[in-house]
């Protein structure tokens, strides 16, 4: 593992352990890499995650995309403050209880503007839900 490679991942590492009180850790986000300018992030989907149908919430998983299109924003802007101005979410097949994955990264930025994309895999690699994502640096 290169320096810069350990540095971003302590970086993240620092982020999540701030984030931990936050919406973050109330939904039992965790971080996994940032490899290649793609961020993974996981959670073990429970019971308190899926609607009454039996599948995660849409809620859930747009969060999910939300944070680790965040994420990367975050560490391609270390010095700025950002926040989501649009959301899209796709959710192309139902996701279950158990381990979902969700990488996540930059499409297109300017100086004041960040695009970004995420999917939602199964613990099979099913993907289950996409999105995109634009941030604006305040």
Not at 22 to 28: A, Q, R, V, Y
Not at 77 to 82: I, L
Request: charged share 20%; glycine share 10%; with cysteine.
């Amino acid at each position: 593992m290169d320096n810069t490679h350990e540095r971003l991942n302590r970086r993240l590492q620092q982020l999540a352990a701030a984030a931990e009180p936050t919406f973050w850790g109330f939904l039992g986000c965790e971080f996994v890499d940032l490899k290649d300018g793609i961020i993974t992030i996981a959670l073990e989907a429970k019971p308190h995650h899926l609607n009454p149908i039996g599948i995660v919430h849409g809620g859930v998983l747009s969060s999910l995309l939300d944070n680790a299109m965040g994420i990367v924003v975050m560490t391609a802007r270390p010095e700025d403050k950002v926040v989501t101005t649009n959301l899209n979410v796709h959710f192309v097949a139902p996701l279950y209880e158990g381990r979902l994955t969700v990488t996540a990264e930059l499409v297109h930025q300017s100086r004041k503007m960040i695009t970004t994309q995420g999917r939602v895999m199964d613990r099979e690699g099913n993907l289950g839900t996409m999105g995109t994502g634009t941030f604006r640096v305040i």
